[in-house]
């Protein structure tokens, strides 16, 4: 029997997390009181952050298959074949909370155990996206935050090597407290050469690989399982300290021990790290693990078992070695200057065994922590409707012109130059498409091979209609991946929300999860990874739900691909997909009318598809190299945006369907692309849609310096860009109010 | 030719170099920091951007005195090349073998954009297939490029006209706002008393590909084997 020096308390159980009930089925399936350090397992194994269980029964509903899918969720990051014997390996995952109490130590470390995940999988990362919520601009923490989680993630991916390609930046005062960090990375591995966590065999070393342990990020992921108070900042010591130089290292060891086929099965130690890799890796394997702590390489003296079981320190491996080749996998990590130690074995037990001092400290079941800790169905509330808001009762601005300028410089439209150009986008030679697209495309090698690659959300429309904003968060990464040209293959979600114990935010989490699965169905898009975030909320109140969709789509030939600048005069503009004019829930509605309100656009997955393929279509038979998606802000902004991109203006003659001409510019309605082509293709382009039932319009024609509007004066270039590259400098030098 | 890259901890942009110098027709081996020798008839060293050894000191300092910088040393002063780009440049500033230092960005912030620079000088092995007061087009990615050296080294500088590259405009005019790091004259990047070693802050090998931003980068890879081929 194994000693306890202190007792189990309820405080102490409570401290740890654990709800009274959890911590009664704990004692009995081990029918004893445990040690202390046992609760600390359990405690880790069993938060939301590990166990996922207030979602789980949801995310089975989600399509996660297709014949090209090679891995889906369950493992570090999904792999998907992209042709040619190569597969690509991507997740996405959040750092939220670390973030808000230490902006850049937490956005840098996040950004670190993604890319972890990825090369854990024996892929080299070629590309890294994020998704990033702030809140108010007027919140006197935002500009602090801001400029903290952006040289976090520059910081490490930058230093790291990794090209950081794209993402999205937006602003909400429901972040107030609780902002959103959001990192995804992509890598490229051979399919036969695909790594898993799964231990295999009997007694077979397990190897501790990387930077030392230390006391940071004790109960990490508890914290991140975590309502917010006042008092968070003061958890500050639980936030773990990146360091990019030794994940550098630990890659170029890992892929190199991974060739010499010395490596059975690997876990990054992320969030609870010895505790979660070691059981994860067992329960995966169907075994048994055993461990000695006095051979954990230390970085201070005297850590108890409690400590190291626990520690979140950064960059760290552990891996189960073919018997016999430990001196071949020493050799390299002790090159790449790394500590490497013999900490355990595989058993056939099924009981996770700690040892300590000669002592065993914690005995329990692996399974059960694992891959089969607790499972709840939380009650959920159905989800709230708003009224359709018809496009005539949305008042007209003085000048349409004037509206885009604002809308263009608005926070959430505005140029995110200021955060891209903190990030190496550029390393690796490869970014065909640079920050600033609808997609980022990185070319695969040499070529000509190609992914596009997005991440997307639209929270105020989940906040509206959860299903209907899944739907939606799903569909615009789909589009955004076919406005460049690319084949969109499969998403990895970062599910952010509030409290799954409130039945409202558990409602949204269950809606948004419905609306993500029918969108991920009806465009062949399935889920290969992810990521849940629950109890987003401060002081009771709750973040915009924020299921974040990272897409990738390969492009068979990158030199086939669109980009959203004007390239010529003369060119016409088409618009693509239908527009009712849809201005609930719309920027426009919200920033210049100053309305958040209203029903979302719905998405119409068959025309989705109808006409994404039908765009792809003209991009691949190099008909049009000019496309943009409309989103926020609508047609307007994207013709701003295209006509800003490429310094050539535009001239729309009137508005070509019946509606308010404010509700055809700044409506939402989905599914629309806009394209430039030759004027002489135009017809046949027509033709070809018509025969399509897609809905098709000519509606201007580039040309000159400035945008004109119907019935309006034109508005320079020049006056759009500046107002639309001036305000995020300008915000982040001023002083804080 | 035959070009050596030095991999240090921490190097990153190694396989970026060695992609534009294979491009070019050379051929590429690469050299660990422990490394007391260079590979034999190695014609160019270069040092690759990154972040060596983290760059937890001052950027380049440790790597300016590891092992395999002594061999580096010898062979520039053999007359040999060598190419010092980012990290690389930093690291040849700390290792003596160019003057000067590169300080944090004017904005104390690391910054990635395509950037364009003035080729002063078309007569050195790195830069003959340029013409006269060509504008290129490379990319920067750094944090500390802000080149910064006493005025008595700035004068010499310029009066032995070893000013490689300057910031400048598409037009090819020095301006201060094409100076975004806040170098001093605009400097990107300065050669060796004998012209055979060049440290710039920008990326050519990053522009040696018609999809990915342009080719300007290509000219300084065809020189370095054009003037080998030619010196063979």
């Known amino acids: ?737 | 030719m035959k070009a050596a890259i030095v991999v240090f901890p921490g190097s990153n942009r190694d396989r970026d170099a060695a992609r534009a110098l294979r491009l070019a027709g050379a051929s590429v081996s690469s050299v660990w920091h422990s490394e007391h020798e260079l590979p034999h008839g190695t014609d160019l060293v270069v040092l690759p951007g990154g972040f060596s050894y983290g760059d937890y000191l001052r950027c380049g300092a440790i790597a300016g005195r590891a092992a395999v910088m002594d061999a580096v040393r010898a062979h520039a002063a053999g007359g040999g090349l060598v190419l010092g780009i980012c990290n690389g440049f930093q690291i040849l500033c700390e290792s003596g073998l160019l003057p000067g230092v590169l300080m944090r960005n004017a904005n104390l912030r690391f910054i990635c954009h395509w950037q364009h620079l003035l080729v002063e000088r078309t007569d050195t092995a790195f830069t003959n297939r340029y013409q006269s007061g060509q504008a290129i087009q490379v990319c920067v990615a750094h944090g500390e490029g802000n080149y910064f050296a006493d005025a008595d080294t700035v004068r010499r500088l310029e009066a032995e006209n070893r000013v490689a590259f300057r910031y400048c405009d598409p037009d090819g005019n020095i301006t201060a706002d094409a100076n975004r790091n806040g170098s001093l004259n605009s400097i990107a990047g300065i050669y060796s008393e004998k012209l055979n070693v060049l440290g710039l802050m920008p990326h050519p090998e990053n522009l040696v590909d018609p999809l990915v931003g342009g080719i300007d980068g290509r000219g300084m890879f065809e020189s370095l084997t054009g003037s080998l081929a030619k010196a063979a």
């Open chain 1, 1 to 737: 029997m194994i000693r306890n020096d202190v007792p189990i308390t309820p405080e102490l159980v409570k401290e740890h997390g654990l709800k009274a009930d959890e911590y009664e089925r704990f004692l009995a399936l081990i029918g004893r009181e445990p040690t202390l350090t046992e609760l600390g397992i359990v405690s880790a194994m069993w938060n939301e952050h590990c166990s996922y269980k207030s979602s789980r029964i949801h995310l089975r509903t989600l399509p996660t298959s297709a014949p090209w899918v090679i891995q889906g969720p369950g493992e570090n990051a999904g792999v998907i074949d992209i042709g040619d014997g190569l597969a690509c390996v991507f997740k996405m995952e959040s750092h939220n909370h670390p973030s808000f109490i230490e902006p850049y130590q937490g956005a840098a470390t996040g950004v670190g155990g993604i890319l972890r995940d990825v090369f854990t999988m024996g892929a080299r990362p070629i590309a890294a996206l994020n998704s990033l919520r702030f809140g108010s601009p007027a919140h006197p923490k935002t500009r602090h935050l801001v400029a903290g989680v952006v040289a976090g993630i520059g910081g490490y991916g930058n230093s790291f090597g990794v090209p950081t390609v794209g993402g999205a930046v937006g602003f909400h005062e429901r972040y107030d407290g609780n902002i959103l960090v959001n990192a995804m990375a992509v890598g490229l591995a051979r399919k036969d050469a695909i790594f898993y966590a799964a231990a295999a065999g009997v007694g077979n070393p397990i190897v501790y690989l990387g930077s030392k342990t230390g006391r940071d990020g004790i109960h990490g992921a508890t914290m991140a399982s975590a309502e917010f108070d006042d008092a968070s900042a003061e958890k500050r010591p639980t936030v773990q300290v990146g360091d990019p130089f030794a994940e550098k290292l630990l890659l170029e060891a890992c892929l190199e021990l991974m060739k010499s086929g010395a490596v059975i099965a690997i876990q990054d130690m992320g969030a609870a790290g010895l505790t979660c890799s070691a059981v994860e890796m067992g329960a995966k394997g169907n075994l048994g693990v055993e461990l000695d702590l006095d051979k954990v390489p230390t970085r201070e003296e005297g850590m108890t078992a409690y400590e190291m079981m626990l520690s979140e320190s950064q960059e760290r491996m552990l891996m189960v070695l073919k018997p016999g080749m430990e001196a071949e996998a020493q050799d390299i990590f002790r090159k790449w200057g790394l500590d490497f130690a013999v900490i355990g074995k595989t058993t056939d037990t099924l009981r996770f065994v700690v040892k300590h001092r000669g002592e065993v400290v914690a005995d329990l079941p692996i399974k059960e922590l694992g891959d089969e800790a607790p499972v709840y169905d939380r009650p959920h509330l159905a989800n709230t409707f708003q009224p359709v808001i018809p496009p005539e009762s949305v008042a007209a601005p003085v000048s349409n012109a004037e509206a885009l300028k604002r809308l263009a410089g608005s926070p959430d439209l505005c140029s995110k130059r200021w955060v891209w150009e903190q990030y190496d986008h550029l390393i690796l030679g490869n970014t065909v498409q640079t920050p600033g697209g609808d997609a980022a495309i990185v070319r695969v090698e040499d070529g000509p091979k190609g992914l596009a690659l997005t991440t997307d959300v639209t929270p105020r429309y989940c906040e509206a209609d959860p299903v209907e904003g899944g739907r939606q968060a799903v569909a615009e990464a789909w589009r955004n991946i076919t406005a460049v040209g690319g084949k969109p293959l499969a998403v990895t979600d970062n599910l952010n929300f509030a409290s799954p114990e409130r039945p409202e935010a558990m409602g949204q989490l269950v809606g948004c999860i419905r609306g993500i699965g029918e969108a991920c169905r009806a465009l062949d898009f399935p889920v290969v990874s992810g990521n849940v975030s629950l109890y987003n909320e401060t002081n009771g109140r709750g973040i915009l739900p924020t299921p974040t969709i990272g897409g990738v789509g390969v492009l068979d030939d990158t030199r086939r691909h669109a980009t959203l600048a004007f390239k010529r005069e003369g060119d016409a503009i088409l618009l693509v997909g239908e527009t009712r004019g849809w201005l609930g829930q719309s920027v426009y509605l919200r920033d210049i009318c100053g309305r958040e309100e209203g029903a979302p656009p719905p998405v119409d997955l068959e025309a989705e598809r109808r006409n994404g393929d039908f765009v792809r279509h003209l991009i691949h038979s190099g008909l049009a190299d000019t496309v943009h998606d409309c989103s926020d802000g609508g047609l307007g902004v994207a013709l701003a945006e295209m006509a800003m991109a490429g310094g050539i203006g535009a001239v729309m003659p009137e508005c070509p369907v019946a509606l308010p001409c404010h509700a055809f510019l700044f409506g939402e309605d989905q599914g629309r692309y806009v394209i430039a082509v030759d004027p002489d293709a135009a017809p046949d382009i027509l033709y070809s849609a018509a025969s399509k039932g897609i809905p098709v319009a000519i509606i201007g024609m580039t040309g000159a310096d400035s945008l004109t509007l119907p019935g309006e004066e034109a508005i320079s270039v020049a006056e759009l860009r500046q107002a639309h590259e001036a305000w995020l400098p300008e915000y982040m030098a001023a002083e804080p109010a």
